[in-house]
């Protein structure tokens, strides 16, 4: 047998491990000879990371013949351990600053002992104080992601149900060059504004608790 081994695409690796129970999305990096040099792993909360690992290394093995050292091989996990998944991030309180040619969002949350503030700032019409509220709270959010993820506001908007008004607000999450869109509510009850920051506080809560790096 030939001695040559096939060329393999990044994005084949990826696929692959992608395959993985509790992998959500996968970069892998190639030297300019082709070998693996990087792996990069997101999963979900369901299984250690020393497991995960141990997956994404025999996978290689088997599906390529290509052993990797460990050490080349980052996972990032949502949700983070069991400990962690028990904590929520929780809004402290949001500050509206108005003037008569700016406005101002700062967004205050709370996760554990850990309290951060996101703001935001922009022109006083009404379409904006929304944008403003949802980017100001991503803003805030993002001081707990993990390294290679970030969010970005997609839409926002305000709908009436009956009789019922709610914020609706879709994110988007990125995480090592993948994408994932998430959508959050919450009915109007004082403040449209206030509405719109906890339904991007829903967006991310409702589909992966939390998504942290650090400590919190």
Known sequence: MSGDKRSVSAREYEDTLKRIRDVVTARVVLDPDGSVEEVHVLAGPGRSVKLIARDVESTLIAAFGNPIDRRKISIAQLGGDPGRQEKRVQLRKVEIVSEADSAEVNVYLKMGNNEV??????????????????????????????????????????????????????????????????????????????AVVKATLDAVNRKFAQIIGGDA
């Open 117 to 194: 503030m996101g703001a935001a700032e922009g022109v006083p019409t009404a379409k904006n104080w929304l944008w403003l509220s949802a980017c100001a709270a991503v803003d805030a959010l993002s001081q707990y992601l993990i390294p290679d993820v970030s969010f970005v506001v997609e839409d926002v908007g305000i709908t009436t149900s009956r009789s019922t008004r709610v914020a609706l607000v879709s994110v988007r999450l990125f995480a090592f060059g993948k994408e994932l869109l998430l959508t959050g509510s919450c009915p109007v009850t004082h403040d449209d504004r206030e």
